[in-house]
């Protein structure tokens, strides 16, 4: 009896030990896998979440391009020739320009709507990073040539031709200059393209000043003159002006 009780003396501290390691050891391989169970649950969470969100992208872009095409495609073939429209009456002329100012009205209301998601953002490498629209030189690259569009058309036959070609050209490779000046890591390279797009602009405001005479007959300019087609010219060029200024005065430019 000495010899077992002296045994279960020796016994119960190595139970007792074997115990706690148990207690210390279990404990801990059980947290382990309930934060694996947790972290794998909340990774398969996050898996959804991204999927669906680019389902939601996927189909948001694929309406934009489909409504967009499908609305270039109406326009164009249900409108008629514009060579015929600039030598039609001047209402005729005026409905056309009233038209298409409600297209630019419509194209800047959805690009505007469109700069809140972020799907046009891209990050530029200044300022330790600047996140800017893309949507903002599409826009304007959509609306600006239709606006020198409207201008020639309203002219009418006074104007020849080829304006209806150049002017709005002379937008499409000015904001082309300005966008790529915007995204122009090089700084050299940045101030060339911007002043390369404010000699396009003189030069396209040279045109608009050359239309003001052809239209009045000599009798009007950028300072003399009353007439309808004079205003509408100078309210254009206008709304040019201020966008040199922003650019230089934000963090997108100098």
């Known amino acids: 009896q000495a010899r077992v009780s002296v045994q279960a003396v020796h016994e119960q501290p190595r139970e007792r030990e074997h115990r706690q390691r148990h207690q210390l050891v279990f404990p801990r391989i059980n947290s382990a896998a309930r934060m694996n169970a947790t ?132 937008s499409i490779i000015i904001l082309c200059f300005g966008t790529t000046s915007t995204l122009m890591p090089i700084f050299g390279l940045k101030i060339l393209c911007y002043i390369i797009g404010l000699i396009l602009f003189g030069t396209m405001a040279s045109f608009n000043r050359l239309q003001i005479l052809e239209y009045s007959n000599g009798a009007e300019g950028f300072t003399t003159g009353d007439s309808e087609f004079r205003k509408a010219t100078l309210l254009l060029l206008c709304t040019w002006a201020p966008f040199p200024t922003w650019f230089v005065m934000s963090p997108e430019g100098f």
Not at 81 to 97: H, I
Not at 141 to 155: E, R
């Open 39 to 170: 972290s794998a649950a909340d990774f398969d969470k996050l898996l959804e979440k991204n999927a669906s969100d680019q389902g939601k992208q996927i189909a948001q872009i694929f309406s934009g391009i489909f409504f967009g095409g499908l609305a270039a495609w109406l326009s164009i073939s249900n409108g008629g020739s514009l060579a015929f429209v600039q030598r039609a009456s001047l209402e005729k002329r005026l409905t056309v320009c009233c038209f298409i100012n409600t297209y630019v009205a419509m194209f800047s209301t959805f690009f505007n709507i469109f700069q809140l998601s972020e799907l046009d953002d891209a990050l530029l490498p200044i300022h330790g990073g600047y996140n800017f629209d893309l949507c903002r030189p599409i826009e304007w690259v959509c609306t600006c040539p239709l606006m020198q569009l409207s201008l020639v058309l309203m002219g009418g036959a006074k104007l020849p031709d080829y304006r209806r070609y150049l002017m709005p050209s002379f």
